[in-house]
């Protein structure tokens, strides 16, 4: 029996100073591998919405999904380390992951010190009692 009470959500974070058009690209990378690094995918509650004509509209979550902007990588480098701290479930996504091929890219990560890395977003799924004072020092999307 599911509650309505939402005890989870979704959040991403995403660096305002990269061009929205990438932006768009990072977070349907980062929502996708959320989905597939989280342990449990029932406690996302997917399910299907039914419109009064029949129609079927599958896998949307019961849980909300926030997006916030960060100032700057520098932020989004930070809260990736107090998200490790806190064991909360994350994905993110770099200036690295975005040139050449997938195997230029993973070669390009794989030889960048994490400090020299640009980030341009988070996505985090987990218990928004611990999520929210993680994340209330951004602002929403704007």
Known sequence: MQSDELENKFVAILN??????????VLGHMAAGIVVSYSNISEMRFD????????IHKSISDYPFIILS???SNQLRILRKELTGA???FVDFTNTMTVGTYLEQKEKTKTTPEDQLEYYGVCIFGNKDIISPITKKFSLWK
């Open 87 to 89: 064991g909360v479930c």
């Open 16 to 25: 305002k100073k990269i061009p929205v058009g990438h932006l768009m690209n």
């Open 70 to 72: 960060a100032d700057n």
């Open 48 to 55: 299907s919405y039914i419109d009064q004509s029949g129609g």
